[in-house]
């Protein structure tokens, strides 16, 4: 088993190394075509004028692409930080209590188990259990759980869950993920700020410019406006799909990790039993958490449906793998199946 | 045209020897750190039980010879460690020891209600069972690791460069004695001997 993970751990770094790069750079093509596009249409619109109205502000495309270069740029090396900020989160620096000094002991031992550096360990004062990982290189990741993990989950269980996350750690999975949340938020921002421009832009001077645009022009506005309109959703589907299979990868990860995989299921069935939302944890960052924080009902269902939309795998599902694990290595071992 | 192939069939050759042997050199030295970080996590633990033992000791006076175990599994564990890495058998052997003294005296302390319910020795417990982690995961990982190696050093075509990226199998941590851990049955009924 253990050849097998490590075969497809590096290509699973590899890949998440490769995704990171190629998530950037769609962004910043995404802007580049915002710049440049729309500058393009503006010159088609205005191409019948006469030469001293003729617009072709050559400047736009450039300016574009550089705050789409800059906000990825941005977006990379500050998303742990805004992620977490995004939750408030705190640090657990000094732990203040008996079951934080665990916390901090059974991090620490996954740690080792994983074989990655200590990560920072943070709290999120939201009663409902849920947890993720964060961070662009297993050097320097964070691992934060909610308050109510803490107090729902014994030594084991807690455990089995920050396995996973370390799992996601060390996978890079975190460094793809995190990026991603980033940018999503990076567009949703931009999105509400420009829609109001839009809006402001169209109630002044939009009825005095009825130029005439060309069939050309006047089709490639509308894929430009339906760019601006449909990037969030694009961007949240993209975290759907790159959300779903690892959930899978990290519990058998966990499992190598803690070698409890019952421990997790255990955990698993707690956490899909106080099926309340995690309000401290918004749709943004619902894709890094080991639990859909949204608290759909989607995760309950297998169909193709949810299959599409959800951004974790059916709970059901992932137990039952869990248990099949723990059965085999109880077998394996002569003890009694529970 | 044939020696187009000829050369093709070269390169790809080169490229995989040099792919087999950089993987050789990694896993070697993923599994030394390994090493080193049982390393690490067995000093933490024979720190922190001098401690441990200086916290019970008081109220444990009924127990002394599960504490002199523990003490002299200790300083034998740390006299064998002192020896060096080469030494791989005698520091597992010396360390499985401590740990079966240590999980005995685990025991005990869940035998005396009074001693539990002090929140220093709850605290103790929890420091205790957290370096029996760690130093058990700490053996996982090298123990996963060195399988790794092994295994790749072996499969058949990664062997033709072993021997010459001087890879040589790595000794795996055993656990052994598991007569060590089992819990010894202590009388309390006062009843004489027979």
């Not at chain 1, 657990?92 to 188990?113: C, F, G, S, T, Y």
Request: net charge positive; with cysteine; proline share 5%.
């Amino acid at each position: 088993v253990t050849e097998e993970t490590a075969l497809t751990l590096f290509q699973q770094q590899d890949a998440n190394r490769r995704r990171t790069v190629w998530l950037i750079l769609c962004f910043v093509l995404f802007f580049a075509w915002l710049g440049f596009g729309g500058d393009y249409i503006y010159a088609l619109s205005t191409a019948h004028a006469p030469p001293a109205q003729q617009h072709h502000v050559w400047w736009f495309g450039f300016v574009m692409l550089g705050i789409g270069g800059v906000l990825a740029w941005y977006a990379y090396r500050t998303g742990p930080e805004k992620v977490l900020w995004a939750t408030g989160a705190e640090e657990v620096i000094e732990p203040a209590d008996a079951r934080e000094k665990q916390l901090v002991n059974v991090v620490e031992e996954m740690a080792i188990a994983a074989g990655v550096p200590r990560p920072r360990i943070w709290i999120v004062p939201d009663p409902d259990p849920n947890a993720f990982a964060t961070g662009n290189a297993p050097e320097h990741a964070h691992v934060a759980v909610t308050r109510g993990l803490i107090d729902l989950c014994d030594r084991d269980e807690l455990q089995a869950v920050i396995g996973h996350e370390l799992g996601h750690v060390k996978n890079l999975d975190v460094r793809l993920m995190t990026t991603l949340a980033a940018l999503v938020g990076a567009v949703l921002l931009i999105r509400n700020g420009t829609s109001r421009i839009f809006a402001s832009g169209r109630n002044g001077d939009g009825r005095g410019r009825r130029s005439n645009l060309g069939p050309l022009a006047g089709i490639l506005l509308v894929v430009w406006i339906l760019s601006w309109i449909l990037a969030p959703l694009i961007a949240q589907l993209l975290a759907v799909a790159v959300s779903r299979k690892r959930e899978y990868l990290a519990d058998a990860m966990g499992a190598q990790f803690t070698r409890n995989p019952l421990a997790l299921a255990r955990a698993l069935e707690k956490i899909e039993a106080s099926g309340a939302p995690t309000t401290r944890l918004r749709s943004g960052a619902a894709h890094m958490c080991i639990a859909d924080p949204l608290g759909s009902r989607l995760g309950r269902q297998d169909g193709r449906l949810a299959d599409v939309l959800a951004t974790h795998p059916p709970m059901a599902k992932r137990i039952a793998i869990l248990k099949g694990m723990g059965y085999a290595q109880l077998k394996r071992e002569g003890g009694a199946i529970p | 045209m044939s020696a187009w192939i000829l050369l093709v069939l070269l390169v790809v050759v080169v490229l995989w020897v040099v792919a087999a042997y950089n993987g050789l050199v990694s896993l070697k030295n993923q599994t030394l750190n390994a090493f080193k970080q049982i390393d690490v996590q067995l000093k933490r633990r024979h720190d922190l039980i001098p401690n441990l033992v200086n916290a019970v000791r008081g109220a444990m006076d009924f127990e002394k010879d599960t504490l002199e175990a523990v003490i002299q599994a200790r300083n034998q564990a740390v006299n064998v460690n002192a020896a060096g890495p080469e030494a791989v058998k005698q520091i597992s052997h010396a360390e499985n020891v401590l740990s079966g003294a240590l999980s005995r005296l685990m025991v005990v302390v869940e035998r005396y209600p009074q001693l539990k319910a002090t929140a220093n020795i709850g605290q103790l417990q929890e420091e205790l069972t957290s370096t029996e982690n760690k130093v058990a995961f700490a053996r996982q990982l090298y123990n996963d690791t060195a399988t790794q190696y092994n295994t790749k050093q072996q499969q058949f075509p990664t062997s033709l460069v072993a021997g010459w990226a001087h890879a040589e199998r790595a000794a795996l941590w055993e656990i052994e004695d598991t007569a060590e851990r089992v819990v010894p049955r202590v009388d309390l009924s006062m009843k004489p001997k027979t």
